[in-house]
């Protein structure tokens, strides 16, 4: 490797050590590649030529150490964004969930209001939305909180709409949100069962146990490590036949994992447990 890029490498690893002791965010599990384009990215952006001065400016400048965090965390996401798998969610998930009174759903890692409210409306329309809690978690406590309001831009609601018509909505999307300004704002009926917590899936421990666990985007971005420990604390988190739902190719095809899921859907990324 050139000298370059040796320093470079080092650079990132003082940085993500000095991310995680300052502000508690851990990264340091992550794909090196995954964080290197986002951090360059972040460094065009501001105009700065190493690492070492993103550094610098992270540590001093609380705009700087934020503007990190988020180009670290955030993965964009659309409401109803994939049709064909919210629909096996309505085929496979809703039955399993009718047999229990009070179900848990826990959608970690998810730094968007779409993916939240997105479930809300399938669960109230297959009307399990009032017994059933939405625990929504990500390391980022900004982005947490932007996406706890509930909005997206107005001039993305006709391809919204046409998502969930697809998806198998039952309704008028206008029907769960309303215009304010240029965004929309999701409906108050749907927010009374939706938990928003800051949490770490690398550092943290389980925390309940879930009839369903969904965790879209983010495990593609982490290194094995993190990867497996990640898989191995959803399984604690779910009991025999929970559904699990991750990207494809997350890992659920290797040892111990691919005798203890079933898949559902290994294109979509859908499986049930049964170890």
């Known amino acids: 490797m050139p000298i370059a890029g040796i320093v470079e490498d080092l650079e990132i690893d003082l940085l993500l050590e000095g991310v995680f002791r300052y502000f508690g965010h851990d990264f340091r599990g992550y794909q090196r590649e995954a964080v290197r384009k986002r951090l360059l990215a972040l460094m065009q952006n501001r105009k700065l ?29 659309a409401l109803f964004d994939d049709p064909v798998y919210f629909r096996l969610l309505r085929q496979t998930m809703v039955p399993w969930l009718r047999s229990f009174p009070s179900p848990r759903i826990w959608l970690a890692e998810c730094a968007t209001a779409e993916e939240v409210y997105g479930m809300a409306i399938l669960l109230s329309e297959e009307k399990l939305l009032d017994r059933t809690q939405i625990f929504a978690t990500a ?46 704002v999701f409906s108050e009926q749907l ?59 997350d890992g659920l095809d290797a040892a111990p994992f691919v005798s203890r899921y079933k898949p559902i859907s290994s294109e979509l990324g859908v499986y049930r447990r049964v170890a």
Request: a negative charge.
């Open 49 to 77: 030529r190493t690492v070492s001065a993103l550094q610098e400016q992270v540590l001093h400048d609380p705009a700087a150490g934020a503007a990190l965090l988020r180009a670290l965390s955030l993965r964009p996401g």
């Open 139 to 184: 390391e980022n406590e900004a982005l947490l909180a932007e996406a706890s309001e509930g909005g997206f831009a107005c001039e993305r609601f006709e391809s919204y709409e046409r998502n969930y018509r697809e998806s198998g909505g039952r309704a008028d999307l206008g029907a769960y949100c309303a215009r304010e300004g240029e965004r929309a």
């Open 191 to 249: 927010r009374s069962n939706i938990v928003w917590a800051q949490y770490s899936l690398a550092t943290d421990a389980s925390f309940n146990e879930f009839q369903t666990i969904i965790c879209r985007r983010a495990m593609p971005d982490f290194g094995a490590y993190l990867k497996r420990r990640t898989l191995q604390l959803f399984y604690e988190s779910m009991p025999v036949f929970g559904i699990l739902s991750v990207d494809q190719g």
